[in-house]
């Protein structure tokens, strides 16, 4: 029934290969997220995305911009969400964790305040917030796609810049690193990676996509490449799982994909402590 539908619904295709999409670029971005215990910033950028989103239905209720979508301008105000993290960071050298708060709260506050100008929670809202198995058009594919390209291109290009600032930034630094620009391109990634995350796993939740698979992975790998590895294939089977287990079921897809990533996760952990177990008691 499913391959039937994906064969003649091209909503369903474009859902389905923008999660392929996601489940890949999510998890590898987040192995260096989790590193640099920067995890809550998929939180803060996700509020200021749906700031945007919410700014994107308001202009489109008031001036009928076809051409702007919701979509657009939320990678636009994550962007900008992102680049004001790093800004602020800069600010606050002895207490960088600070920007990520400042930054979500704006958010939040601004996401009211456009949502209730916007007429409220309405249909597409809800899922922008939840994700959705048949709200993916074909400009949104191809942009994600170009996402994906970019956040690839730049992560084997700059992969052993990326990796020295995620274990050691002053040794990267010292050693003749370009910190500030690598931090404003992994900045800027992360925010492209949020915003094209969110068609289908939804604002609230699209942080655990970077999170749990990546939480699974270091649980058995060996390195960091390894871990990158496994991230991305937890990755794609929580999302394909739950944009299946979301059709079946009439439900958005963010939910069922975060749930899947936990019990994977849970299995994994349950299965390491037996197998220590074993090893102790042998």
């Known amino acids: 029934m499913l391959l039937d539908a994906l064969m003649n619904f091209e909503l369903l295709r474009n859902t389905f290969y923008t999660g392929l999409l996601v489940g890949l670029i999510a998890p590898l971005l987040g192995t260096f997220i989790l590193v640099r215990r920067l995890s809550l910033i998929a939180d803060g950028l996700s509020h200021v995305t749906l700031a945007g989103i919410a700014f994107g239905l308001f202009m489109q209720k008031k001036y009928t911009l076809l051409m702007f979508t919701p979509f657009h301008s939320g990678i636009a105000f994550s962007i900008i969400g992102a680049l004001v993290i790093e800004n602020l960071r800069s600010v606050y050298k002895a207490f960088q964790e600070i920007a990520i708060p400042i930054t979500l709260s704006v958010g939040v506050g601004l996401s009211v305040v456009f949502i209730a100008l916007a007429d409220g929670i309405n ?114 089977v929580a999302v394909i799982s739950g944009l299946i287990t979301g059709y079946y079921f009439e439900i958005p897809p963010g939910g069922t994909i975060v749930i899947i990533a936990a019990s994977l996760l849970g299995l994994t952990l349950l299965i390491k402590k037996l197998y220590m177990a074993r090893i102790y008691k042998g």
Request: glycine share 4%; no cysteine.
């Open 123 to 236: 249909t597409d809202i809800f899922a922008y917030l939840f994700g959705s198995v048949a709200a993916v058009s074909r400009t949104d594919l191809y942009l994600v796609l170009a996402v994906t390209l970019f956040v690839i291109i730049m992560v084997i290009t700059l992969y052993k810049e990326l990796l020295a600032l995620s274990f050691d930034e002053e040794f990267a630094t010292v050693s003749g690193i370009r910190s500030k620009v690598i931090h404003f391109i992994f900045i800027v990634m992360t925010a492209l990676v949020i915003s094209a995350s969110i068609r289908i796993v939804g604002v609230l939740l699209v942080s655990a996509l970077m999170t749990l698979p990546v939480a699974t992975s270091i649980r058995i790998a060996k390195s960091f490449k390894q871990a990158i590895f496994y991230s991305i294939i937890y990755g794609e």
